[in-house]
């Protein structure tokens, strides 16, 4: 085994050098790809993720690689047999070190990508809701000044059908609170930890509960316009939930998304 050694060492520091390499390369393309952003004037959180994780890997090539590259070298060149296993030893310690480092930026990048993911059932519930609401409002304009026994069997099955949707979609929402709630336990630490805790803070703040069962009361008892003022503001809470998750629009992304959602509205 001791013939071996050396080739061993030395095929760890051209593994080394490889990987130093890889992690240099991957850190200028997230380089180039924040310069694209800043181009085109696109900012927000994402951003500063993507900061951050080339700022470590910068820092893992341009330094951490290059002290467990210089001990293998040194371990692989020297005459003693202790002093080259201290060596390779410092070096694998170092290894150790990286790969932890590593580990944490995929696990900050996979939070970042959990956030974005539990965001789109929310913009989604926004988008449903919304429908709902207009048609609580065509059904009040259709039935206005008639009482919940006098309205026509059509009329009272499109009113059932809004019921059904209402509390399908309050269901719905509160399986997706609960997610949200395990998640703001479950990141402690980090960039995005806040995010979660923010969210579920709006939650309370902006009385998305109170909203969705106040709509379905008055769905039942036929006070179409109370139950679409209720809707909407359940609408606005899940909007603004959606974009706490995500805080990566910069301002021009948040008033483009702002105008999009006013056109829709004034189509409808």
Do not use: C, H
């Not at 070298?73 to 410092?90: C, E, F, G, I, L």
């Not at 990048?109 to 989604?124: C, G, V």
């Amino acid at each position: 085994a001791a013939p071996a050694a050396p080739d061993r060492m030395l095929q760890q520091e051209q593994k080394q050098q490889q990987l130093k390499t890889t992690t240099q390369r991957v850190a200028g393309q997230l380089g180039a790809i924040i310069e694209e952003f800043q181009r085109n004037g696109i900012e927000g959180e994402d951003v500063k993720v993507l900061r951050a994780i080339g700022g470590v890997l910068g820092k893992l090539s341009d330094k951490d690689m290059d002290r467990v590259l210089v001990l293998i070298q040194q371990a692989r060149s020297s005459d003693d047999p202790n002093a080259s296993t201290r060596t390779a030893t410092d070096a694998y310690a170092g290894q150790k070190r990286i790969i932890i480092q590593l580990q944490q930026l995929v696990l900050e990048y996979q939070r970042q990508q959990a956030l974005y993911e539990l965001s789109l059932p929310f913009k989604e519930y926004a988008a449903r809701q919304t429908a709902n609401m207009w048609l609580g409002v065509s059904l009040a304009r259709e039935t206005e000044g008639k009482a919940l026994g006098s309205f026509s069997e059509p009329q009272q099955s499109s009113l059932r059908v809004q019921q059904i949707d209402q509390e399908t979609l309050k269901d719905e929402i509160l399986l997706t609170l609960g997610k949200l709630e395990q998640m703001a336990k479950d990141i402690t630490d980090g960039p995005t930890s806040e995010r979660p805790k923010m969210a579920l803070q709006q939650v309370q703040d902006g009385a998305l509960k109170p909203s969705l069962d106040s709509s379905i009361e008055d769905l039942k008892g036929g006070k179409l316009l109370s139950a679409s003022g209720n809707e909407k503001r359940a609408r606005d809470q899940l909007r603004e939930i959606a974009r706490i998750l995500l805080l990566s629009q910069g301002e021009m992304e948040a008033l483009r998304q702002a105008l999009r959602e006013i056109e829709q509205t004034i189509e409808q």
